[in-house]
């Protein structure tokens, strides 16, 4: 019953009698319902004391924090050569389709050619297979592998014979074979990061050589 609810003191049953004394005979019925829903909305809390829980925004490791973990530090033996030849064929595939394979390759005087190079640029080299062909270091030149890490400045390149090389991009000229193409790629025109490089635009008109 609502009036033994909201009665449970001396002053609240004063005020159920006083309202039953004083409002007209036929709305005393209608008293105890009344009490009741006030009493029902007094214990509903307002939006502004409402507390929803707090809830904590995942963040991600800044680059800094991953180089200090140590996930861009790969032992010099610890990749075999045969455990990312899967790799190496998933970047084929991925690559074709990037640059259209299947349809005719534009020449470099042709009008495709801009979007041709512009969409190589952008794509992803994790995975290919890089020959360093020229190199101001003499003992990188020769050095051929799968990348496996791409960084502003170096690629990280794993040979047939299971050893981790760190190829810096600037002094060295690479070569890229891909189905029937052997593209040619100046480590200097790629020294962003591969997430930045592919928002980028990469001059067309430069000088292709060594610094």
Same mark, same amino acid.
């Given at each position: 019953?609502?009036?033994?609810?909201?009665?449970?003191? %001396?002053?609240?049953?004063?005020?159920?009698?006083?309202?039953?004394?004083?409002?007209?005979?036929?709305?005393?019925?209608?008293?105890?319902?009344?009490?009741?829903? %006030?009493?029902?909305?007094?214990?509903?809390?307002?939006?502004?004391?409402?507390?929803?829980?707090?809830?904590?925004?995942?963040?991600?490791?800044?680059?800094?924090?991953?180089?200090?973990?140590?996930?861009?530090? =790969?032992?010099?033996?610890?990749?075999?050569?045969?455990?990312?030849?899967?790799?190496?064929?998933?970047?084929?595939?991925?690559?074709?389709?990037?640059? %259209?394979?299947?349809?005719?390759?534009?020449?470099?005087?042709?009008?495709?050619?801009?979007?041709?190079?512009?969409?190589?640029?952008?794509?992803?080299?994790?995975?290919?297979?890089?020959?360093?062909?020229?190199?101001?270091?003499?003992?990188?030149?020769?050095?051929?592998?799968?990348?496996?890490?791409?960084?502003?400045?170096?690629?990280?390149?794993?040979?047939?014979?299971?050893?981790?090389?760190?190829?810096?991009?600037?002094?060295?000229?690479?070569?890229?074979?891909?189905?029937?193409?052997?593209?040619?790629?100046?480590?200097?025109?790629?020294?962003?990061?591969?997430?930045?490089?592919?928002?980028?635009?990469?001059?067309?008109?430069?000088?292709?050589?060594? =610094?």
């Amino acid at each position: 019953m609502a009036s033994k609810e909201f009665g449970q003191s %001396e002053s609240a049953q004063a005020v159920i009698n006083f309202l039953k004394s004083n409002v007209p005979r036929s709305d005393v019925p209608n008293i105890e319902a009344e009490l009741k829903k %006030e009493f029902v909305f007094a214990k509903k809390k307002s939006k502004s004391q409402r507390k929803k829980p707090s809830r904590k925004k995942a963040r991600c490791l800044t680059r800094e924090e991953r180089k200090t973990l140590g996930f861009y530090t =790969i032992p010099r033996n610890s990749v075999k050569y045969s455990d990312v030849l899967p790799m190496h064929s998933m970047w084929v595939e991925y690559m074709s389709q990037v640059l %259209e394979l299947d349809k005719s390759v534009p020449t470099p005087t042709g009008k495709n050619w801009d979007s041709f190079t512009q969409s190589f640029y952008k794509a992803d080299f994790h995975g290919s297979i890089l020959c360093v062909v020229r190199s101001k270091c003499p003992s990188y030149v020769g050095k051929l592998g799968i990348c496996i890490i791409d960084t502003r400045n170096t690629f990280k390149i794993v040979s047939k014979d299971n050893v981790v090389t760190t190829i810096p991009k600037k002094e060295s000229v690479f070569e890229m074979h891909l189905k029937h193409l052997r593209i040619t790629l100046f480590g200097k025109h790629l020294c962003v990061r591969p997430a930045e490089r592919s928002t980028k635009k990469i001059k067309t008109q430069q000088h292709p050589d060594l =610094i």
